[in-house]
């Protein structure tokens, strides 16, 4: 007697196998049906929680051939007992990639008026701009921005991103930033005097940023009512100590650094 199996299907019906792959905390995949895409950080009770590179947080089902791998569909099954501890973060909060190589760099880039904003950018985002292959360099003053503009001629595979001081609406600075932006070309600024400002007070513990009058040099005047030795390269060295990750940032900043790394990246 012949023995025949259950299943009718015909064998050219059937799907495919796929790979399954264990939802490690930091492993990013993508939900084909929303197109949220993520890093895992939880699994529990047959759900996957997924966070974006923005904080976001949304919680999946795991289902069979639910999951886009580098492409590829995957069905994401539960970590093995003593599988490997939550990755650290950057300072930018992102999910950090253990052991990533820089990638090669980019054509865009992005520039950044002020040595000590450059500085900061440095700090919080340094690796995330690593991997990414996105060069920050450092911009004297916004005098200079349509020259390099030009020289650098932005394109499709070479976007530009500039981030300025104090970028007020109708000041010589902002029409100056009007003047290059471009599809490709993208200025933005963050709403403080001085980047000092984007540092929260409670990071150097202090009460408040203080206001000084119109007429004193910003920095010293800061520094005099906070009764630090008047060294504004000292100053910024204590202040820059003070920051260790992005919580430790105004959200005005963050935001606007942030704007300009999805802009360069963007396919």
Known sequence: MRQYSADLTPPWKKPKPVPE????????????????????????????????????????????????????VVTLVRPAPGGPARPTRTASGSVAVPGARARVARAGRIYVEGRHDAELVEKVWGDDLRIEGVVVEYLEGVDDLPSIVSEFAPGPDARLGVLVDHLVPGSKEWRIAQSVESEHALVVGHPYIDVWEAVKPSALGIESWPRIPRGQDWKTGVCRALGWPENTGAAWQRILSGVH???????????????????????
């Not at 939802?23 to 997924?50: D, K, Q, S």
């Not at 940032?249 to 650094?257: D, I, Q």
């Open 21 to 72: 792959v264990e939802a490690e905390p930091g492993l990013v995949v993508e939900e084909p049906g929303t197109g949220f895409c993520g890093a895992v950080i939880r699994c529990e009770a047959g759900t996957v929680t997924l966070e974006d590179r923005f904080g976001k947080h949304r919680v999946f089902p795991m289902e069979p051939r639910g999951f886009l791998l580098d492409g590829r």
């Open 245 to 267: 990750s992005y919580k430790d940032l105004e959200p005005e900043l963050l935001g606007r650094v942030e704007e300009l790394i999805d802009f360069v990246t963007a396919p």
